[in-house]
Each structure stands twice: as structure tokens, then as C-alpha cells.
């Protein structure tokens, strides 16, 4: 057998995502060899509308352009849509990357207008600054509740209006960040991965002063800005891969495996 074709042969990998996005991540683990260990620390709640936000979905098609920067945010607006309510071709539609494009897609039955390829609030902002530069500049953005405001205030700042519509929250998952604490203090995990800066705090206080448990195993980042939360709890990712994916991701980790650039234990 070509050790090259599972990279991650033996690895047990802890998956952290929310239970609608653990199992596809776990199966992209298991598909190179891992061992995947599911363990949600945050779960997706959605929210009742404030008025205000119930007024701006019957609304929808009075904007110029609709902001999408998750799975999660195409999901839960499709459901919050009041039934009267049809997304025709007004407004536009911008989504950060490919799979929030494809979730958008399969929920609308048509493809977004456009799509950033770098999977970030700075990516989609400047995707939309360089690909609408005509009409009127007014977007609806469906968002969580502690969603970073880095897009709507680098739109705002370059003339256009964006109104908000909280749609859901993520929360701790206290079952999930039972079994995280519990599959790190039996070493039971060589390599646990990361997907936002919410995750990273649920895991550091599901481990209640025991967060050396975390030096113990290597820290997998989908970016930059989950990189950063990790950095200021005093700790440092191994792996953080060029795009912002959980494919790019467990690709990273398959690399650095192979380059020995990780500790793990020796598999059979």
C-alpha cells in the first residue's frame, strides 16, 4: 500500500465543528487514513427576528446586493425567509467561496453572482469592491450574532449601506466540550482541528486550567484569524493552510505529516 495515498494513516483527528459540518469533516479525515474523533464544541443556534430584521427579509428584494459568508448563514436565512418572499434576480448575491456558493445554489436553485475566492470577511470585502463598481450600493448582511465586522464596516467605509440581520448564534456545546476534555486528558488525540476563534475559546474553557493538554498535541488552523485567538491563549498552530477550507485544511495536515514537521505518534 502507498503510504502516500493516506497521509494520515493512524492520526487520530479531533473535529471540532458544529454537528451540521462534523461529520463531512470526519469523513474527509477518515478518507486519508485518520482517525477521526468527533467532538462539536460550538453549536449553531438560530434566533427569533427583531422586528427590524423580520421588516429587512420582507424586504429583500429592495437591496442591490445579498452578503453570505457561511453555509450556516445560507441555511438559516432559507429557513427565516418569510413564504411570500422569493429571491429572484434582485438583489445580487455575494458569497465568500465555493462551498458557501454551492450551499447557496443548492437552498435557491440559482448560482450566486459572485464569489471570493479568498474565504474571509477582508476576501469577500474586496471582492465586492472590485466587482460591483456600478448602481446603487445598498446589501443586506445575514449574519451570526459575534460575526467579525471587519466586511460591513470596509463596505461602509467605501460609500455603501449595510443593514444587519442577526440570524443565529454560536454557542458552547457543553457535551462536545465534555468529550473534547475528556479525549485530550486520556491522550487519546494527536492533532486536533480548528475551525474558527469561537471554537478555540469553548476549547480552552472546556479545559479549565488544564489547557496544557493543548501542548501536548498539534493545533491545526483554518486561518489566520482562528491562528491569532489561538496565539493570544498562548499558543501555537502547527498547521494553517493557504485557503480557508476543510480540504485545504486536512491537505495541510497531510503535508506536514509527510514532511515530518509533526509530532505524532508512531503509526502502525
Not at 81 to 99: I, M, Q, T
Request: a neutral charge; hydrophobic letters at 45%; aromatic letters at 4%.
Amino acid at each position: 500500500m502507498d503510504p502516500s495515498a493516506f497521509p494520515l494513516r493512524g492520526l487520530r483527528v479531533l473535529v471540532t465543528r458544529p454537528q451540521e459540518d462534523a461529520q463531512e469533516t470526519a469523513e474527509l479525515v477518515a478518507s486519508q487514513g485518520g482517525v477521526p474523533v468527533v467532538c462539536p464544541l460550538l453549536a449553531v443556534v438560530p434566533l427569533p427576528l427583531a422586528p427590524s430584521d423580520a421588516s429587512r427579509l420582507r424586504s429583500l428584494a429592495s437591496y442591490d446586493l445579498l452578503l453570505l459568508t457561511s453555509r450556516n448563514a445560507v441555511r438559516i436565512l432559507r429557513e427565516a425567509l418569510p413564504p411570500e418572499v422569493a429571491l429572484g434576480p434582485s438583489p445580487r448575491v455575494a458569497c465568500v467561496g465555493p462551498r458557501t456558493a454551492e450551499a447557496f445554489l443548492q437552498a435557491f436553485g440559482r448560482p450566486p453572482d459572485l464569489v471570493a475566492e479568498e474565504e474571509t470577511g477582508e476576501g469577500l470585502a474586496r471582492a465586492v469592491l472590485a466587482g460591483v463598481s456600478e448602481g446603487a450600493r445598498r446589501a443586506l448582511f445575514p449574519r451570526a450574532r459575534k460575526a467579525r465586522e471587519v466586511l460591513p464596516e470596509r463596505l461602509r467605509a467605501a460609500g455603501w449601506t449595510v443593514d444587519e440581520v442577526v440570524l443565529y448564534d454560536t454557542l458552547p456545546d457543553a457535551k462536545g466540550q465534555a468529550c473534547a476534555r475528556k479525549a485530550l486528558a486520556e491522550g487519546a488525540v494527536d492533532v486536533v482541528l480548528l475551525f474558527s476563534p469561537s471554537a478555540v475559546t469553548a476549547l480552552v474553557h472546556a479545559l479549565e486550567g488544564e489547557e496544557d493538554l493543548l501542548r501536548r498535541v498539534a493545533l491545526a488552523c483554518i486561518g489566520p484569524v482562528t491562528a491569532r485567538r489561538l496565539e493570544e491563549f498562548g499558543l501555537t498552530p502547527a498547521v494553517q493552510p493557504e485557503h480557508y477550507t476543510a480540504e485545504a485544511l486536512v491537505a495541510a495536515l497531510g503535508r506536514a505529516v509527510a514532511e515530518g514537521k509533526l509530532p505524532v505518534r508512531e503509526r502502525r
